[in-house]
């Protein structure tokens, strides 16, 4: 199973990036699926997250600027980005909990190779 996260680069402030998270390989169901980022000399943060079900969790520090997405015949999940703040500067990381297998326990959770998003003022 890999993860593979795109869509990072150099913005201005006030602009938006989308960020696609695509999973592939031998994959049975897909479970929670989320955005992280880590800033330089910060710990890692969750973003935003989406369930099974479509419900989300969107981080107060971006709450009403980014949303989270997905699209289930393509396995991937979307952070799309708007009113960027330098701020937001930070390697993005794409997580999923996946089943690759056909037992209950054939689950685990995978990460993205991070996407590096810079955003100007």
């Known amino acids: 199973v890999q993860l593979q996260a795109s869509g990072g680069g150099l913005v201005q402030a006030g602009g938006s990036l989308r960020l696609p998270c695509a999973a592939s390989?031998?994959?049975?169901?897909?479970?929670?699926m989320s955005w992280y980022r880590q800033a330089p000399g910060k710990e890692r943060e969750l973003v935003a997250s989406?369930?099974?079900?479509?419900?989300?969790t969107i981080a107060d520090s971006v709450q009403g600027r980014f949303t989270i997405s997905k699209d289930n015949t393509k396995r991937t999940v979307y952070l799309q980005m708007n009113s960027l703040k330098p701020e937001d500067t930070a390697v993005y990381y794409c997580?999923?909990?996946?089943?690759?297998?056909?037992?209950?326990?054939?689950?685990?959770?995978?990460w993205g190779q991070g996407t590096l998003v810079t955003v100007s003022s």
């Open positions: 989406i369930e099974n079900d479509g419900a989300t």
């Open positions: 997580n999923a909990g996946i089943r690759n297998g056909r037992r209950f326990f054939d689950r685990g959770t995978y």
């Open positions: 390989g031998t994959i049975f169901d897909v479970y929670t």
